[in-house]
């Protein structure tokens, strides 16, 4: 097997991993950074809205922390919220120095947005709604430039390496024709983003499977808080086109939401109407669905402020495809899987538990979020927590003592060759159809347990009979992922945040928690793992 060796190995070139990638870099370190498809290809490149950040005088940190706090569902760890937040305004001048131009107003100062759960207008964004493309363009061009970072284009991640202590020192991973290669290192940062696409409805792209999560979990580190994931209200729904994301600044500029009769009903559901919080929204979109019996609701922009198409080009541009005029056509819309609150659990600065690895960005779980992630939040803390890592990276600089093995994982025990043949694909839209039936923007504990079942029943059959290449490594991570979820959305009997439950409709003190799986080392530990209870205030991690 060939082998590549380096101070540091960032898995992922999104937000997070680029930005913790060039910092590490500017320390001196030579860094590889592996990335699943194209460089480019992850959430981050999709994100329309913004950063959120104060960047003017109107606004205080004390306002921003207090939003995030509220929308959080006291889940939040505020020493997280706090660092994250006062961290914004330098990561964004640290970006517009990298060259990134964000959209401002006539005086030349930075233009802002409001979006649900903001008291006030505080999200730069670029090109309108081009936020993430310009974030990730500038963040490709300075990590390609960069003289001690290589870039590993189409490398899957599978597994975390060893060294002979029990440090992490490398990845294995394969290329588009499973052929392996491990890479070595001092360090190994997980950088994955998100799993979205565990849902049948998701807005992410395909790279979004969970990797990084069911990669250090074989690791042996703790998740945590994975039953809370975030649906997007408003996804395009066409047959065949892609759920992409109608932004919450369309809602933000006047947008409404209607149902099938043409009557607005967010009112109904929230004093804030279409700016409620997300889950709220969703949930509302949700509702009305099934009582009219329709497959989604409609988004309306003929009362917004300005031209459509001028304030949204991205949006206008993917709807005209569908013959849908945005100024003049209700928008079909339901809710998406979309942001993964929950993660690898890990300290302000991106320490998991298992010596040598660390996790930032969507992959890991900081506390910043608590139950609800608040709109744009999510590339503040990977750009802030982003920089931060990289540096305490620098500072551990851990020297690669050589590799012993991966983890136990599927590398050492599918078996190549076998009589049956697996539809995979099946398998996976069985998933996903599961998983927005049982582990949706509604659940309760009869579903929950059922999905359970089959999800274990089908991560054995793949582990037992799939060939062992890059997409069957990628299906048992979507399904040790699912699982491990549907494991802690069963566990919290309650609703907070995203994490709703017919069964248990109200928030119950008793659950002001965290929920945590920590890994017990048998064979069996993805499937029969009970979840542990952790206090809120209580988050920082074994130093490795
Ligand atoms: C449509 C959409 C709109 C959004 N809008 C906003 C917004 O306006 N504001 C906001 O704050 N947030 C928004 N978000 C969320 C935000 O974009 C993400 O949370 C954030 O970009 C995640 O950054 P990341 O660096 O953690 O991961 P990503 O940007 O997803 O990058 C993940 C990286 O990991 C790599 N990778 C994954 N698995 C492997 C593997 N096995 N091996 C090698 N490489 C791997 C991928 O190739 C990729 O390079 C949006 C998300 C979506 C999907």
Redesign the pocket.
């Known amino acids: 097997m060939a082998s590549h060796a380096f101070d540091l190995i960032v898995?992922?070139?999104?937000?997070?991993?680029?930005v913790a990638a060039l910092e590490a870099a500017e320390a001196g370190h030579s860094v590889a950074l592996?990335?699943?498809?194209e460089?480019r290809?992850?959430?981050?490149?999709?994100?329309?809205?913004?950063?959120?950040a104060v960047l003017s005088s109107q606004d205080s940190f004390e306002d921003h922390v207090a939003d995030t706090l509220r929308l959080g569902c006291e889940l939040c760890e505020s020493s997280v919220v706090t660092e994250v937040i006062v961290g914004g305004p330098s990561v964004f001048e640290h970006l517009v120095d990298l060259g990134a131009q964000f959209d401002r107003d006539s005086n030349g100062d930075i233009a802002l947005s409001r979006e649900g759960g903001h008291s006030l207008p505080r999200v730069a964004h670029a090109r309108g709604d081009a936020?993430?493309a310009e974030i990730q363009h500038t963040l490709h061009r300075a990590l390609s430039q960069h003289p001690r970072i290589s870039v590993f284009p189409h490398?899957?991640?599978v597994d975390v390496l060893f060294d002979p202590e029990g440090c992490a020192a490398g990845v294995l991973?394969l290329d588009e024709k499973s052929a392996a290669l491990a890479f070595s290192a001092g360090q190994v940062l997980l950088?994955?983003?998100?799993s979205?696409h565990i849902w049948r409805e998701t807005?992410?792209?395909i790279?979004?499977?969970g990797?990084?999560v069911a990669m250090a979990w074989r690791a042996g580190a703790t998740l945590r808080d994975l039953e809370f994931f975030q649906f997007h209200p408003t996804c395009l729904y066409v047959a065949g086109a892609a759920r992409v994301?109608i932004?919450e600044i369309v809602r933000g500029a006047g947008g409404v939401l209607r149902d099938r009769h043409g009557e607005r009903f967010m009112a109904d559901f929230h004093p804030d109407a279409e700016l409620a919080p997300r889950d709220v929204v969703s949930r509302a979109v949700f509702t009305r669905m099934v009582e009219t019996e329709d497959t989604n609701c409609y988004l309306d922009l003929s009362e917004v402020d300005g031209d459509p198409h001028s304030l949204f080009p991205g949006i206008s541009r993917f709807c005209r495809a569908f013959g849908i005029d945005i100024a003049s056509d209700p928008i079909p819309v339901r809710p998406g899987a979309?942001?993964q609150i929950g993660g690898v659990r890990v300290d302000l600065d991106g320490r998991t538990d298992v010596p040598g690895l660390w996790a930032v960005?969507?992959?890991a779980s900081s506390g910043l979020h608590g139950a609800n992630r608040m709109?744009?939040?999510?590339?503040?803390e990977?750009l802030v927590l982003g920089v931060r890592t990289g540096r305490a990276i620098a500072a551990a600089g851990r020297a690669g003592a050589g590799i012993t093995g991966s983890t136990d994982t599927h590398v050492a025990t599918t078996p190549t060759t076998h009589s049956v043949t697996l539809n995979l694909q099946d398998i996976t839209y069985s998933m996903k159809s599961l998983m927005w039936r049982h582990m949706g923007v509604k659940r309760a504990g009869s579903g929950l347990a059922e999905a359970q079942e089959k999800l274990a029943f089908w991560a054995q059959v793949v582990q037992e009979l799939a060939p062992k290449e890059a997409r069957t490594f990628e299906l048992l991570n979507m399904l040790t992922v699912a699982h491990l979820a549907t494991t802690s959305a069963l566990a919290r009997e309650e609703s907070r945040g995203v994490h709703y439950r017919d069964d248990y409709p109200d928030r119950d003190e008793v659950w002001r928690c965290h929920t945590l799986l920590r890994a017990e080392h048998d064979k069996d530990r993805a499937f029969g793992t009970q979840p542990t209870q952790e206090p809120v205030g209580q988050a920082s991690v074994p130093t490795s």
């Open positions: 898995v992922g070139g999104g937000a997070a991993g680029g592996l990335t699943k498809s460089p290809e992850g959430n981050t490149r999709y994100a329309q809205g913004g950063v959120a936020t993430g490398q899957q991640a991973a950088a994955t983003g998100g979205g807005t992410n792209p790279i979004a499977t990797d990084g994301l932004s979309h942001y960005g969507e992959v709109g744009s939040n999510s590339l503040l990977g």
